[in-house]
């Protein structure tokens, strides 16, 4: 750059002489000195363009030095084929799994929804003490509102917003001609994709046209994905008349390609207007009602409008509903005043919703993070490749630096072999990681991950590997190119790589990759043992021999008195199939990450301000606990006669029991819901402590109610116990209810030990991929430690044949060699431990039943690494001994 510099100040000085010396000769000749200063710059040229012109040049001619140097990397890779294949090898194995990761972690926490202007999106939230029910409400029930509370809210938002809308995701039964499948459905109101900017692939969207009486909509956009897999792309579907949940509907149109919904965990397949809830959700409606909170809200902001503005301005508008609001809860002084003291936030909505970010964002940072552990220790040990090659061809980088090419030039020339490698790194690493996230995306077990998580790379997984590749290769190129450099202390016909030079530098990078590998093999064993605790762990019920499915009745247009006798039917052929001990049912199945809390009031307890009187509850069959294995401790189970025309009865778990009555027997206490003034539930039974919404969530306080009691009955979970070695029990299942109702579906057909699997997935995936990860980076340090004593007893050849010339035993030199290998792990080791102890607190929330700095764990890591380090140092040594010590003598 400075010598560029130099060239284009010469020049430039050099035409501002000439063109005063022509101007001269003419002011000379009589011509006016303006003039002639300016013809003279009309003859010579313009300055500035004639700089550019020269900067053209010198762009031309470092393009030819770099497709030189391209041509001359490439050739010298090509005469090294095996060379350049173990390290093309190496760097997509870590170019790769960070690419796979990093897809994986795009997709499902950073990539804005496919709609206009998503960073213009909010997502409203409204977080404090609420009476009444919540579905869908995350972890503070605060992100759903209800649908008064929307409208009102709206109806205020023109000032600051540009539109808001409200949505709702279920499950519907549809029907097409004579086949009914169970689909991904969303209520949405009339602005819904007027806000969003979705237009129409054909036919047209929903309107507020479409949002104006209860009932009186039935249309449908389809989505793009869903017209295409369901109806083959038909444009003659338009004003086709399908049926939803048993009541007719006409397609308006289909959704315009790439848009499934606002929640990019569950892609909606149908989008249906929010006055026809009733048909899509038949035991509640609930559009009318402020007690009921269920529908996402979000909005557009205006031109030049903040979230904090817009914020202040629904807030005024928000307190006056919260008074309109408390006038139907039923709320103690104190729970008003908080109420009333709610306060509305606007979050940033352009990322929609998403059951997996909560689930995903700390799993895959930690993988991530581990993979980026990896790649470094790849580029650690390809710079230790580069580092040997460079010793070899110090001879010829020394005769170029005598023959007058500068350092620079040749740093440059080498820092092109790295980028061609490190290019060739990224292509195979992008097979690698297409092949890698499409594995991973197949294990989810989330119905809608594979339509909405894709494993082909777009451009911004390209542009991340590409900058990966280009951050490799400038550090593992840099060193090893500076290091070949160097001048020579020793004469050049020495300059062999027998003196020398880089020892330090590639032993220093061994003690990295070992640092780095105990690093990840702890993290590899904390997360394998988190793991088997919560595998070992006795969750209160038997998951052997246990099948399970659903069904939901009232999709299909059953009353509740309808769905009751189907269930009561389905049980009692199920209980009689060969093979079967018994069978049952429930509302909420277990291990399915769902809950359904409420609120109770207890006979004779006084409960304290702010307590939490929201035990779990579920409706459950005759039968439920024997079939699921959970010891009754005292009282009964329900029983078929415990229906709507007996007393209310219920049976409570260990804690719950505890908690409200101590030591002495609740069997016979009674208890009743808040939202009433009775306690007129009796406590008949007491079960044993189990494990219900997750393997690792702590055991609840737990009510159960006869199913046959419940007011409505949505979506049910059968459950049949059968003789170990059943075969076909799922066929026969499904027979049954094909014999009760060809037109129900059947759906979640499992055993209940893979629905325990499922439910600790995301600890086995994470398990998984970092014992893989740990053992590719054990594996990459012992190549590295491998290469490095291979180096160095080459080096060291003339010496140890010396010795041995001298009579020194073969014993003794074989442990002067393995000193300097256990040097090098050592140190590593002890680096590596350090780390660990203040990294693995890090992931402490992911762990179970053990410490993030579990002596045994890291112990393990540190004797694995270390012996593995040995016996790659071990096999040079070894091999260093069987030399003849006349051959060693004569070695150059």
């Known amino acids: 750059m400075i010598r560029r510099r130099r060239a284009l100040d010469g020049l430039e000085q050099e035409m501002r002489d000439h063109i005063e010396r022509d101007a001269q000769e003419r002011i000379e000749r009589g011509v006016p000195p303006e003039e002639a200063r300016r013809q003279a710059r009309i003859a010579f040229g313009n300055v500035e363009l004639a700089r550019e012109d020269t900067r053209a040049v010198w762009v031309w001619r470092e393009l030819e030095v770099l497709l030189q140097d391209l041509r001359l990397g490439v050739r010298t890779l090509r005469r090294n084929l095996g060379f350049t294949t173990v390290i093309v090898l190496t760097l997509a194995l870590g170019i790769g799994a960070n690419t796979a990761i990093f897809s994986l972690l795009d997709q499902v926490l950073l990539r804005m929804l496919a709609v206009h202007g998503p960073a213009e999106l909010v997502l409203l939230e409204g977080p404090g003490p609420f009476q009444g029910s919540t579905r869908g409400g995350g972890t503070t029930g605060g992100e759903v509102f209800s649908v008064p509370m929307f409208r009102g809210l709206q109806a205020a938002s023109g000032s600051v917003l540009n539109g808001m809308l409200a949505r709702f995701g279920t499950r519907a039964t549809v029907t097409v001609g004579s086949a009914a499948e169970r689909v991904a459905t969303e209520l949405v109101s009339g602005d819904y994709f007027r806000i969003l900017g979705i237009g129409p692939a054909l036919g047209r969207t929903l309107g507020p046209e479409d949002d104006r009486a209860t009932g009186a909509h039935p249309v449908v956009v389809l989505s793009y994905g869903y017209w295409q897999g369901r109806f083959g792309g038909d444009a003659g579907v338009l004003e086709q008349a399908i049926r939803v949940n048993g009541h007719p509907m006409t397609i308006a149109g289909v959704a315009a390609p790439g848009f499934s919904g606002v929640d990019v965990s569950e892609p909606a397949d149908v989008f249906v207007p929010l006055m026809m809830k009733a048909e899509l959700t038949p035991t509640w409606n609930d559009l009318d009602s402020w007690r009921s909170r269920w529908v996402t809200v979000m909005g557009r902001l205006g031109p030049g409008v903040s979230r904090e503005r817009a914020a202040a301005a629904l807030n005024v508008t928000y307190r006056h509903l919260l008074h309109e609001d408390i006038e139907t809860a039923r709320l103690s002084s104190d729970e008003r005043t908080r109420f009333l003291d709610k306060t509305l936030f606007l979050n940033p909505g352009g990322r929609g919703l998403s059951r997996l970010r909560s689930q995903f964002a700390k799993p895959l940072t930690v993988l991530m993070s581990m993979v980026a552990l990896v790649l470094l220790i790849a580029c650690a040990n390809v710079a230790n490749l580069l580092l040997a090659r460079a010793v070899v061809e110090r001879r010829d980088i020394a005769v170029r630096l005598a023959l007058g090419a500068g350092r620079l030039r040749v740093v440059r020339q080498r820092l092109t ?38 494993s082909t790379p777009d451009l911004r997984v390209a542009v991340f590997a590409t900058g990966v590749a280009t951050a490799t290769a400038l550090v593992f190129g840099l060193a090893p190119a500076l290091q070949a450099t160097r001048p020579l202390s020793t004469p050049m016909n020495e300059a062999t790589g027998t003196g020398p030079g880089t020892g330090g530098v590639r032993k220093g990078l061994v003690v990295a990759q070992v640092a780095l590998s105990v690093l990840l093999l702890a993290g590899a064993g904390l997360f394998a043992r988190s793991l088997y605790n919560l595998r070992t762990l006795d969750p ?28 009561r039917m389905l049980r009692e052929q199920l209980g009689a199939l060969p093979g079967v001990t018994s069978a049952s049912m429930a509302d909420v199945a277990a291990m399915s990450r769902s809950r359904w809390q409420s609120t109770v009031r207890v006979q004779g307890y006084e409960s304290q301000q702010g307590e939490n009187m929201n035990p779990t509850v579920t409706s459950v069959g005759s039968g439920y606990f024997a079939t699921m294995g959970i010891p009754l401790l005292m009282g009964r189970e329900f029983r078929p006669s415990d229906d709507d025309r007996a007393p209310l009865v219920a049976v409570v778990n260990e804690t719950m029991a505890k908690y409200f009555w101590g030591d002495e027997s609740p069997i016979g206490r009674r208890f009743g819901w808040a939202g009433g003034m009775d306690t007129d539930i009796e406590v008949v039974g007491v079960v044993a402590d189990s494990k219900f919404t997750s393997i690792r969530d702590e055991i609840p306080r737990f009510v159960y109610v006869p199913l046959m009691q419940a007011e409505q009955v949505d979506k049910v979970t059968f459950y049949a116990r059968h003789r170990p070695g059943t075969d076909r029990l799922s066929s026969a299942a499904g027979q049954v209810l094909q014999r009760l109702d060809p037109n129900l579906p059947i759906f979640d057909m499992r055993t209940m030990a893979a629905q325990v699997d499922e439910s600790l997935f995301l600890e086995r995936l994470v398990a998984s991929l970092s014992i893989l990860f740990g053992g590719l980076a054990t594996m990459l340090a012992a190549v590295g430690l491998y290469g490095v004593m291979s180096y160095t007893v080459s080096c060291r050849t003339r010496e140890i044949g010396l010795r041995m010339a001298l009579g020194a035993e073969r014993a003794a030199l074989l442990r002067m060699v393995l000193g300097d290998a256990i040097v090098v792990a050592v140190a590593g080791i002890l680096l590596g431990l350090s780390a660990a102890l203040a990294l693995t607190r890090l992931v402490e929330s992911q762990l179970f039943g053990l410490s993030p700095t579990d002596p045994m764990t890291l112990g393990g890591a540190a004797t694995v690494l270390g012996g593995i380090a040995l016996l790659a140092a071990y096999l040079p040594a070894r091999r260093a001994m069987q030399v003849d010590p006349m051959r060693a003598l004569r070695c150059d």
């Open 540 to 567: 209160g019920f038997v998951s052997d021999d246990l099948l399970q499915f659903s069904v939901d009745p009232a999709l299909s247009g059953y009353s509740r008195e309808r769905s009751l006798e189907l269930v």
């Open 417 to 454: 072999e790295s980028f061609v490698l490190a290019a060739g790194g990224a292509l195979v690493g992008l097979l690698f990681a297409w092949w890698t996230t499409r594995v991973l995306i197949d294990l989810l077990p989330f119905d809608g991950a594979s339509r909405t998580l894709s």
